[in-house]
């Protein structure tokens, strides 16, 4: 979505000036010499398309779903969810990609052409080849679907081994809230058939997580920081719930394993060190233990 809050009025110094966010015009007049308030009237128009804006909630938005302005950061967050190094937005627009079936469909010689560099071209290419072979839990939160997020998408994972197994009432068992589920099954019977998202080289699948309960656990792990292991936090928490162990996201008491791989002494570290938690510096550690 494309946001940017315009409030309407902002009381100024009189010698400051006002940066604001370039991308719009922002018409400014004086409402008096003494009394330094400026009026700011929002744009009306998208800046991008050109779309006229509407306000939801106080921000302004562009709805056109076709904008480019809003398709170059959807497909900016895909990038960065599926951790395709060297997909940024300046090589996005370099690209020309304006949908995400854009990014999967350009060989290797077409990427180095248009970045102007063969070494460039080879590494992206690999990046986005590599990209392919994600699971459902890094995928999903990479589609910007409001609410689906790597939390949901990890409960949401309890229960399915499959994008097509989603139901409304999957959804709610999952314990997505009413909005979150709504949000998802919408999109799943819309923009993913629309926009032809089942096309992607994706499996859309995943190892359905089983619930560990409080008993046979091995461990509760708390992860601090970085991690070198896996891609994201959700994807090492796949695994640690494979084999066995809980995961949380923060220093609870029941917590007995800290996997602190970044080498950091965060917070987190300092607390676990006092309470005599053990401390991990590399996951595949903790599961042959
Ligand atoms: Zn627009």
């Known amino acids: 979505m494309f946001r940017n809050f315009i409030p309407y009025f902002i009381p100024l110094s009189e010698k400051k000036f006002l940066t604001f966010p370039l991308s719009f015009d922002i018409i400014i007049s004086y409402l008096g010499e003494r009394e330094t308030l400026r009026q700011i009237v929002p744009p009306t128009n998208c800046p991008a398309c050109n779309s006229v804006l509407e306000f939801v909630n106080d921000q302004l938005f562009c709805l056109n779903d076709s904008c480019s302005a809003k398709s170059a950061k ?90 097509y197994e989603i139901t409304p009432e999957i959804c709610i068992e999952a314990g997505l809230g009413p909005k979150a589920a709504s949000n998802l099954y919408d999109w799943l019977v819309g923009t993913f058939i629309d926009h032809g998202y089942n096309e992607l080289p994706f499996s859309f699948t995943c190892k359905t997580q089983a619930k560990v309960s409080l008993d046979d656990t091995k461990g509760t792990v708390c992860i601090s920081g970085k991690l070198k292991s ?41 607390k676990a060190e006092q309470l005599g938690i053990k401390i991990f510096n590399n996951l595949k550690q903790i599961i042959e233990e």
Do not use: M, W
Not at 232 to 252: D, H, M, N, P
């Open 230 to 270: 896996y891609p994201t936090k959700a994807a090492a928490t796949q695994v640690l719930e494979k084999y066995g162990f809980i995961v949380k996201s923060s220093l609870t008491k029941d917590v007995t394993i800290l996997l602190n791989e970044s080498g950091i002494e965060s917070a987190k570290t300092k």
């Open 74 to 163: 959807r497909i900016e967050h895909f990038a960065k969810t599926l951790k395709i190094k060297g997909l940024g937005p300046a090589t996005i627009a370099r690209l020309d990609l304006f949908d995400l079936h854009d990014i999967y469909s350009l060989s290797q010689e077409e990427i180095s052409l248009c970045l102007d560099s063969e070494k460039l071209g080879t590494k992206l290419h690999n990046e986005i080849q590599k990209s392919k072979s994600v699971d459902l839990i890094t995928l999903l939160p990479a589609f910007s679907i409001p609410l689906i997020g790597s939390s949901a998408t990890n409960k949401l994972a309890q229960h399915i081994s499959s994008l």
